[in-house]
């Protein structure tokens, strides 16, 4: 006897399978926006066919199974990557935690146009895949995608625990994820985007985490030492050892380093968080980085200063000493004499 899928109806789709539905959730809390079933196709030997997804950002095709597929099943996801001229995937049914990151787990079918042959299907990890649906380089391995990990699990919950009944909606239309960082004033934008304190050394190492060539820029004019928060500067001084070693691909490293759970947090938020492209954007939002941690940490030292003159006897050579640094930290603003010491 045959056992019929039940029918879900959900964003504004009616899916032949629960398990279909479960993926467009799982799309939908990721971010990958998908069509469902927008065309069907004569595939000249291999048949009719209607593939199940399109994922226009990256333009593939993702058909889902419940079991391993037959070998029809297979000539027919390679027959629609050849005919369309784009690559295909045949996912066997939803990952878990514990499949998500196997190599061994026979997970995701890859079909790339022009292979002809259903033997040149490779089967690929699900974080591999899921991770070239966002449009994550390909020839990354699992490991260097691993910083994608914690946001993957967190949509598979969303797909595995979907309800659907009494119309219930697991993700609104409303909640996709758009993840277009802005142009504009990064490090600013940065600080509007969270509700907590996020500072320029935020905004710098999250540059330079995504980015390693930005070192060459910054690395002569800031030391460890201007960084205030703790973790922060420990992660910046993880960096510097990978980028002698000319790694590019930080994050797993960093992950792996990261010696207390703030530290962990903070790096697996960086790698979540989109980061500018354009090289112009990049060296503008860098030099205002750098720039609002110089001036804060002059601003520091020239308050230290003044905390020590007022300790310090008038007319004494330490006294005039430190009016002299002071001016030379602050020429827009000097010290009129030695008893101006005024706290900024």
């Known amino acids: 006897m045959t056992i019929k899928a039940i029918e879900t109806h959900y964003d504004f789709y009616r899916f032949r399978s629960r398990l279909e539905a479960r993926y467009a959730v799982f799309f939908n809390a990721m971010g990958i926006q998908y069509h469902y079933e927008p065309e069907g196709y004569h595939l000249g030997k291999a048949g009719p066919y209607l593939p199940d997804f399109f994922l226009p950002r990256v333009a593939c095709w993702v058909e889902i199974k419940p079991a391993l597929p037959s070998d029809e099943e297979k000539d027919k996801v390679q027959a629609l990557a050849d005919a369309q001229r784009q690559s295909a995937y045949l996912s066997v049914g939803l990952p878990s935690a514990h499949t ?60 595995h625990g979907a309800r659907f009944e009494h119309g219930e909606h697991p993700i609104h239309e409303a909640s996709r ?16 985007e969270h509700p907590g304190p996020v500072s320029p050394e935020y905004a710098l190492l999250h540059m330079l ?44 490293r960093l992950l792996e380093e990261a010696t207390n759970p703030r530290q962990t947090m903070l790096l697996t938020q960086m790698a979540m968080e989109p980061t500018l492209t354009n090289p112009i954007e990049l060296s503008a939002a860098l030099h205002d980085c750098i720039t609002r941690i110089r001036q804060r940490t002059q601003k520091a030292m020239r308050n230290r200063i003044i905390e020590k003159l007022r300790t310090l006897p008038d007319g004494s050579y330490e006294q005039q000493r430190l009016v002299q640094e002071y001016n030379r930290l602050s020429k827009d603003l000097p010290l009129r004499n030695s008893l101006d010491t005024r706290k900024e």
């Open 100 to 159: 998500l990151l196997s190599e061994e787990e026979k997970a995701v079918l890859h079909a790339t146009p022009g292979q002809g042959k259903t033997d040149a299907m490779l089967w690929i990890p699900y974080a591999q895949a899921i991770a070239e649906w966002l449009g994550v380089d390909a020839s990354w391995s699992v490991l260097q995608i691993y910083h994608l990990v914690g946001r993957i699990q967190q949509a598979l919950r969303d797909g």
């Open 177 to 192: 994820q758009e993840v277009r960082p802005s142009a504009k004033a990064y490090a600013h934008a940065k600080e509007r």
């Open 209 to 252: 985490c995504h980015n390693g060539s930005l070192l060459a820029q910054e690395q002569p004019q800031l030391s460890a030492d201007e960084f205030h928060d703790a973790d922060l500067r420990a992660i910046y001084g993880m960096l510097m050892p990978l980028v002698a070693k000319g790694i590019h691909i930080f994050f797993p």
